[in-house]
C-alpha cells in the first residue's frame, strides 16, 4: 500500500473524483464536493466558444439521466481566474477542456497550464453538439491530443466514450501524448414521452447512470486485457462505494461519479466516500493504493 493514489501527477486521499458536468461549472461548487471529501474534481468543460442558444436540459430516467447541454458558458477569462486560485491553494482540480479545432484546444490548454492547473482532462467526445457533433475517429483523436501535448506538458487524460474502436482510440490518444484516459463520456441514448410519441428533449442525447456501468467495466477490462496499460479514470453509474471497488477491481485506477450527484449532491458524494473506504478497508479520507 502506498502513500495514495497517483493520477495524472495529483496525489489524492481517496479515489473518489467527480465527474464534467453542470455540477462541476461553479467555484463554489467545486469547493464543497472537495471539503465533502472528493479526492479531486473535473471542471465543467471550458470552451472558447461554446454553442449558444441551444435548448439545454436534463431528463432522468429510471435507469439513469438523458442530458442535452454541452460546455460550460462562462468565459475562458472567468475559468482561468477561479483555476488560478485553485492552483494557489493547491487544490486537486482538473480543467476539463475543448474547443473547435486542435489548434483551438492548445492555445486554451497553453492558458490554462500558465495558471498553475495540475492537469487536465479533453472533454472531445461530447455527442451533444449540433448538428450531432463530429465522429469520433482515431484520427480525430489523436489530432486533439498531439495538438494539446505540443502546447503544455501537463498530465493529460482523453475522455472516451465507449463502443466501437475503443482500442483503436485509446492507442491514438497514446500516440498523440495522453496519459491517461477516462472512460466512458456519456453514450447516445433516446427516451420517448409517453404523452407525444416524441423523443425527448428534441432528439438523442448523452446517456448516463447505473445502467451503463456494466458496458463501462466490460470495456476496461477489456482494454487492460489488450495490454493497455496507461491509467484510466472509470466513469458510469457510480452511486455506492461497492461501485468505486468494482472499477479498481477491473483495471481502472480511480472513478468518477457524477449522475448519482444529481440527487442530494454533498450528502450523495459523502455517502460514496465512506462506503468506499468502507470497502476498500480504509477509514473514509485515507489514502488509496497507488495508480498504475
Given at each position: 500500500?502506498?502513500?495514495?493514489?497517483?493520477i495524472?501527477?495529483?496525489?489524492?486521499?481517496?479515489?473518489?473524483?467527480?465527474?464534467?458536468?453542470?455540477?462541476?461549472?461553479?467555484?463554489?461548487?467545486i469547493?464543497?464536493?472537495?471539503?465533502?471529501?472528493?479526492?479531486?474534481?473535473?471542471?465543467?468543460?471550458?470552451?472558447?466558444?461554446?454553442?449558444?442558444?441551444?435548448?439545454?436540459?436534463?431528463?432522468?430516467?429510471?435507469?439513469?439521466?438523458?442530458?442535452?447541454?454541452?460546455?460550460s458558458?462562462?468565459?475562458?477569462?472567468?475559468?482561468?481566474?477561479?483555476?488560478?486560485?485553485?492552483?494557489?491553494?493547491?487544490?486537486?482540480?482538473?480543467?476539463?477542456?475543448?474547443?473547435?479545432?486542435?489548434?483551438?484546444?492548445?492555445?486554451?490548454?497553453?492558458?490554462?497550464?500558465?495558471?498553475?492547473?495540475?492537469?487536465?482532462?479533453?472533454?472531445?467526445?461530447?455527442?451533444?453538439?449540433?448538428?450531432?457533433?463530429?465522429?469520433?475517429?482515431?484520427?480525430?483523436?489523436?489530432?486533439?491530443?498531439?495538438?494539446?501535448?505540443?502546447?503544455?506538458?501537463?498530465?493529460?487524460?482523453?475522455?472516451?466514450?465507449?463502443?466501437?474502436?475503443?482500442?483503436?482510440?485509446?492507442?491514438?490518444?497514446?500516440?498523440?501524448?495522453?496519459?491517461?484516459?477516462?472512460?466512458s463520456?456519456?453514450?447516445?441514448?433516446?427516451?420517448?414521452?409517453?404523452?407525444?410519441?416524441?423523443?425527448?428533449?428534441?432528439?438523442?442525447?448523452?446517456?448516463?447512470?447505473?445502467a451503463?456501468?456494466?458496458?463501462?467495466?466490460?470495456?476496461?477490462?477489456?482494454?487492460?486485457?489488450?495490454?493497455?496499460?496507461?491509467?484510466?479514470?472509470?466513469?458510469?453509474?457510480?452511486?455506492?462505494?461497492?461501485?468505486?471497488?468494482?472499477?479498481?477491481?477491473?483495471?481502472?485506477?480511480?472513478?468518477?461519479?457524477?449522475?448519482?450527484?444529481?440527487?442530494?449532491?454533498?450528502?450523495?458524494?459523502?455517502?460514496?466516500?465512506?462506503?468506499?473506504?468502507?470497502?476498500?478497508g480504509?477509514?473514509a479520507?485515507?489514502?488509496?493504493?497507488?495508480?498504475?
Open positions: 500500500m502506498s502513500d495514495g493514489v497517483r495524472l501527477g495529483l496525489t489524492l486521499k481517496n479515489p473518489v473524483v467527480v465527474g464534467s458536468g453542470l455540477l462541476t461549472d461553479q467555484e463554489r461548487n469547493r464543497k464536493l472537495l471539503a465533502t471529501g472528493a479526492g479531486a474534481v473535473v471542471t465543467k468543460t471550458i470552451h472558447p466558444s461554446p454553442p449558444q442558444g441551444l435548448d439545454e436540459r436534463i431528463l432522468r430516467l429510471p435507469s439513469g439521466m438523458l442530458n442535452s447541454t454541452t460546455y458558458k462562462r468565459s475562458v477569462e472567468h475559468w482561468l481566474a477561479v483555476l488560478t486560485s485553485f492552483a494557489d491553494e493547491r487544490l486537486p482540480v482538473i480543467a476539463s477542456v475543448h474547443a473547435d479545432t486542435p489548434a483551438e484546444l492548445g492555445e486554451l490548454a497553453a492558458r490554462v497550464a500558465a495558471t498553475g492547473c495540475p492537469a487536465l482532462e479533453l472533454g472531445i467526445s461530447c455527442i451533444n453538439e449540433e448538428p450531432g457533433g463530429e465522429e469520433e475517429t482515431p484520427d480525430r483523436v489523436h489530432a486533439y491530443t498531439a495538438a494539446t501535448r505540443a502546447r503544455t506538458t501537463l498530465p493529460i487524460s482523453v475522455k472516451l466514450a465507449i463502443g466501437e474502436g475503443l482500442v483503436d482510440r485509446v492507442h491514438a490518444a497514446v500516440a498523440g501524448g495522453a496519459d491517461a484516459v477516462t472512460v463520456d456519456t453514450i447516445s441514448g433516446a427516451a420517448v414521452s409517453p404523452e407525444t410519441g416524441d423523443l425527448e428533449l428534441g432528439g438523442i442525447f448523452g446517456y448516463s447512470g447505473p451503463i456501468k456494466p458496458l463501462v467495466l466490460a470495456a476496461i477490462w477489456q482494454l487492460r486485457r489488450r495490454g493497455v496499460d496507461l491509467p484510466v479514470l472509470g466513469c458510469g453509474g457510480v452511486s455506492s462505494g461497492r461501485d468505486v471497488a468494482d472499477y479498481l477491481s477491473v483495471g481502472a485506477n480511480v472513478a468518477q461519479v457524477y449522475t448519482a450527484l444529481h440527487t442530494d449532491m454533498y450528502e450523495t458524494l459523502e455517502r460514496i466516500v465512506t462506503e468506499t473506504g468502507a470497502v476498500l480504509r477509514p479520507g485515507a489514502t488509496a493504493g497507488a495508480a498504475r
